[in-house]
């Protein structure tokens, strides 16, 4: 579905990518791992078309994705829940999910299976985005990713701030998300978690992939090794 | 007192205009254009040839305008201003403080220093009289012009999907692109819009008194002290804005015809102290 050969990214003169591997199939699951810094969330931005790929190929669904820029890619089937969800706070919850659909793409997801899959946020559609809990929030941000009607779902540290059990909430609903052969790509730095939600798991280091495999096959140490360099 | 009120509040409605434009531009690209009493004037000027090459009436020349304005509007922020935006404002000040200077020597040489005026016909002097206070139609029109286009912009931002878009972008550009947005576009059609406020409001003030082509810095100052007073990027708050300026004003010129425009500075300077962020802070929807 995805295939990355060979990327480089950089802001500015600071190269953040050196050269990245990556290929994800469809329907399938992976974790992208790393410390801070590895290259995670500049990866999922090359991705997106947030930032510019500097070399390297990178095709969507056997379509290069270098020269596009964000708009045209979230309309080849690709979104993105942001780090630190990125709601837009002027805007209602319903408002904020109903921006997902400006992608144009049609399929199964809208307003009331979004609404099923998160209740809570039927109630609260009026409201102001910043008026909901940490939770919510980023339900309301996983929801409006999926109002474009993906094929591939990227999820940047969805779990960062919330309490352990909003976070088994979110990651509960995972296999609903799953469903009709979407693929998703999780940035998590709870290993333990993101080896759980995951079927293959790919360790970046300084830019670098310094592990790949899958989740049920990596020992402790293989991973400690590959997050740390030590 | 009645009539210092009325004459005050309707020749805010016509400030409302000069500024609703601005508070817009603002609101959603945090760009501040300071040719925008420049572009008032040569909307005014337009719209006095338009009328003179038509031979249309005023309202209907201003019709013709008005769409003509959006397109200016829009390719003005797509190929020139899109580029200055980012966190440093100077770029955009700077282009748009050039803009000014530009437009001044254009009238200049193409209309000359002569102050003019677009003749309205019977409508510019008729009037209505309520007990011992006479009201002239063209303010009264004006007024509700701005009433209008202060309910329009505001429905537009709080109920359509081109409404989100702005907010969308005013609040997070990046994470309106991964929306799908194109933040060039949508700064272009709220420019485009803001153009036809801007066209609209120098048709009327051509209506209202003569214009000459320096007259463009005083109506951004109008324009600007509205927006400030109400609130950047409130357009509830700019009509109210306004409005006490226009009052203001009149209070001052009954009291001395030299002080009208020193009072309504004066109100500005108390409202900076006193609030400095406005008296209706950025638009909700």
Redesign the interface.
């Known amino acids: 579905m995805l295939r990355a050969q060979c990327i480089t990214a950089a802001y500015g003169d600071a190269q953040a990518l050196f050269g990245i591997d990556f290929s994800i199939n469809a329907g399938e699951i992976v974790a992208l791992i790393g410390a801070n810094g590895a290259g995670k969330s500049t990866f999922l931005k090359t991705l ?3 930032l510019p790929v500097r070399s390297g190929e990178l095709e969507f669904e056997g379509q290069s994705l270098r020269h596009l ?3 045209d890619i ?2 080849l089937g690709i ?2 829940v ?1 780090e630190g969800r ?7 919850v319903e ?1 904020n999910l ?3 659909t ?3 793409r049609k399929g199964s997801w809208d307003l009331s299976r979004v609404f099923t899959l998160f209740p809570i946020l039927q109630e609260k559609r009026s409201m ?1 985005s910043t008026s909901l809990s940490g939770g919510q929030q980023q339900m309301v941000a996983i929801g ?1 990713a999926l109002m ?1 009607n993906p094929r591939l779902l990227l999820c940047d540290e969805i779990s960062l701030g919330l309490a352990p059990v909003v976070i088994r909430e979110i990651y509960a609903a995972l296999p609903a998300i799953m469903e009709e052969g979407m693929s998703l790509l999780i940035v998590e730095q709870d290993v333990q978690l993101a080896m759980q939600a995951s079927s293959r798991v790919v360790c970046l280091q300084e830019g670098l992939v310094s592990l790949e495999g899958k989740s049920s096959e990596l020992s402790r140490d293989q991973i400690s090794k590959a997050y740390f360099g030590i | 007192m009645t009539e210092i009120i009325l004459q005050g509040l309707l020749l805010g409605g016509l400030y409302a205009l000069f500024a609703l434009g601005q508070s817009l531009m603002f609101g959603v690209m945090r760009l501040t254009n300071t040719a925008q009493g420049d572009f008032i004037i040569l909307g005014g000027f337009f719209a006095i040839s338009t009328v003179a090459a038509t031979g249309l009436s005023p309202g209907l020349g201003l019709l013709v305008l008005i769409p003509l304005a959006f397109l200016a509007g829009y390719a003005l922020q797509r190929f020139v201003l899109n580029y200055t935006l980012g966190r440093d404002p100077l770029p955009s000040l700077v282009v748009t403080f050039g803009l000014s200077i530009i437009i001044q020597n254009f009238l200049l040489e193409v209309y000359s220093a002569d102050p003019k005026s677009l003749e309205a016909g019977s409508i510019a002097l008729a009037s209505f009289s309520v007990s011992d206070i006479t009201v002239g139609i063209l303010p009264l029109l004006t007024f509700g012009i701005a009433l209008l286009a202060t309910m329009l912009l505001q429905a537009l931002f709080s109920y359509t ?1 081109l409404g ?2 702005f ?2 972008v ?3 550009r ?9 933040p060039a576009i949508v700064y272009a059609q709220a420019t485009g819009i803001a153009f036809m406020l801007i066209a609209l409001a120098g048709g009327l003030q051509a209506m209202r008194t003569t214009i000459a082509p320096a007259d463009g810095p005083l109506l951004l100052l109008f324009a600007f002290e509205a927006v400030i007073i109400g609130g950047m990027g409130s357009f509830w708050g700019t009509l109210v804005g306004a409005l006490l300026l226009g009052l203001t004003q009149q209070i001052g010129f009954r009291l001395d015809p030299g002080w009208g425009i020193w009072f309504g500075h004066l109100m500005f300077l108390v409202v900076l102290v006193i609030r400095p962020q406005g008296l209706f802070p ?4």
């Open positions: 997106t078309g947030l820029d964000a708009g979230v309309k979104a993105m942001p990125r709601l837009f706070p002027s805007l209602t408002e109903l921006m997902g400006l992608s144009g102001p409006r474009s | 999907s989100r878009s907010r969308a005013s609040d997070d990046e994470a309106a692109q991964l929306m799908g947005l194109k950025k638009t909700r929807g």
